[in-house]
């Protein structure tokens, strides 16, 4: 018996399922987001249809609608184990349903309903970590979460993909069920409680079922289609074609600013808003959206959360595109495999650790500063390379640049890896410390959410300003874009909280 109790401490042990569970959580968001759009193309779906894949994104930015529950109803083990073995039955039934001839369009409903099944487990895992940890052991296992995370994206974007390819979707998908299952067995008996039931499943039914549950989401339906018909409608059409960053912009895009310009709009109002809807004792939803615009300085926060990225999420859209413009198309999978991905993870466990041995409040300024210097190097290799690029825009086949010109390329590709992941230690770490009381899972998903908004203006304005301006130039601004945020940590500095949660 006891070296069976021995056992199950050391499966229990932190350091195990913090790896187990975030690879769990990057696993479906790989099979939905990326090996999906490769399958359909696989089996010979149009670009345009593929394109409407954008849609499989959209839990990930509504999902702090329905956060507040994953905090209020039974644990957040629960839901993690519930929502994975959900996962590995909806990637089960996609292999299964390969070899019918409808397949297709079964695997997009699949994929679908497994986004929200899989962004409300992301809610759970995100809240289940912030419950079980303090805040030391939070900094201290943070690097191993992007570790796991990016493992998990290169095992459903690799491992599945090719699987796919060689052996058949049916036995790809098979296989990820399969692996998510297991997953699901080891966390539903070896992930310790650290939570009470707050209210039972059989009460969360009675809510979900209720009126008001049942007239808000209709709500939602509403603003989509109107957002929808808005979107496809002939004026809308005129100004994209006078306006080029609205062409950037899809569907998905389009809520994401919708909901965040309404969040913009209750953080004016908030104590009125706030009188209203605390009269009622029962108001479970707005106490958690008020809890977190009740924060400290709440207006440079979300400026800052929202902003903090927006440099880095320039430059890494425009990577790939000059990889490929420098003539470096066929070492695009030796730099992005053997260079990019060690140093990332190298640069995650090593801001974890430094955050955890000195605190962030000491290392958010210097990680900051090297995620966002890596911008200048790019500067340097755009302006350097202006010649090389120059030729392979008219040229079929590409100019090699030569060895020295690609050990310096590889090198500034490292660097921006590796300050990238202290950069991830710094966000994850900030976003855990800022979750409060008993919505931790909720604010989690706010912020996450809010994360997203620099993504959607960046990925638009950045194919833009490249084209028009050349990279060197471009990455440039991409680093002076990066400034408003690192500013804004100044202010913050004394609200960032080193004690133990």
């Not at 929502?83 to 997009?108: D, E, N």
């Amino acid at each position: 018996m006891k070296k069976n109790s021995n056992s199950k401490n050391v499966l229990s042990h932190p350091l195990i399922w913090c790896f187990s569970t975030y690879f769990a959580e990057g696993f479906p968001y790989s099979i939905i987001r990326t090996v999906s759009s490769f399958f359909f193309r696989t089996m010979n779906v149009s670009l345009d249809s593929i394109g409407l894949t954008s849609f499989f994104g959209l839990p990930w930015v509504l999902k702090f609608f329905w956060a507040p529950q994953i905090d209020r109803f039974v644990t957040k083990k629960w839901w993690l184990y519930v929502t994975q073995g959900i996962l590995a039955g909806l990637f089960l039934l996609c292999g299964f349903l390969i070899p019918f001839s409808w397949s297709v369009q079964a695997a997009a409903v699949i994929f679908m309903i497994g986004a929200f099944v899989a962004a409300t487990h992301d809610i759970a895992i995100d809240g289940y970590y912030i419950v079980a940890l303090n805040s030391d052991d939070q900094s201290r296992y943070v690097g191993f979460r992007v570790l796991a995370y990016r493992c998990a994206l290169m095992a459903g974007s690799g491992i599945i993909a090719s699987v796919g390819v060689k052996a058949g979707w049916m036995q790809a998908f098979l296989l990820a069920g399969a692996l998510l299952g297991l997953l699901t067995i080891y966390h539903a008996v070896f992930l310790p409680e650290c939570q009470t039931v707050n209210y039972p499943l059989r009460q969360f039914t009675r809510t979900v079922l209720n009126v008001k549950s049942i007239a808000v989401v209709g709500a939602i339906v509403l603003v989509v289609v109107t957002l929808r018909t808005t979107v496809n409608s002939g004026f809308y059409n005129q100004l994209k074609s006078s306006v080029p960053l609205f062409e950037q912009l899809n569907f998905p895009a389009w809520i994401n600013i919708f909901l965040f310009s309404s969040l913009f709009l209750a953080a004016m109002y908030r104590k009125r808003i706030a009188a209203e809807l605390l009269k009622n004792p029962q108001a479970y939803y707005a106490r958690a959206f008020i809890s977190f615009m009740e924060q400290e300085k709440i207006a440079v926060l979300i400026a800052f959360i929202i902003l903090l990225r927006t440099g880095e999420i320039l430059l890494s859209n425009m990577v790939s595109p000059f990889i490929v413009d420098c003539g470096l198309k066929e070492h695009f999978g030796w730099l992005t495999a053997l260079v990019g991905l060690p140093c990332s993870i190298g640069g995650a466990l090593l801001g974890g650790y430094l955050i955890y041995r000195y605190s962030l409040k000491k290392m958010i300024i210097p990680f900051l500063l090297l995620q966002n210097g890596t911008n200048l190097f790019y500067m340097w290799l755009g302006f350097d390379f202006q010649e090389i690029i120059a030729q392979n825009v008219i040229s079929a086949e590409p100019v090699f640049m030569g060895v020295a010109n690609l050990i310096k390329f590889a090198s500034v590709h490292g660097f921006d890896q590796f300050a990238g992941g202290l950069g991830t230690s710094v966000l994850m770490t900030f976003l855990m410390r800022m979750c409060k009381g008993e919505y931790k899972a909720a604010h989690y998903a706010i912020g996450s959410g809010l994360m997203n908004l620099s993504g959607i203006f960046a990925g638009a304005l950045s194919g833009l300003m490249a084209s028009r301006l050349g990279y060197g130039w471009f990455f440039g601004i991409s680093f002076l874009a990066a400034v408003p945020g690192m500013v804004l940590v100044v202010p913050l500095l004394k609200i960032i909280k080193e004690d133990r949660a």
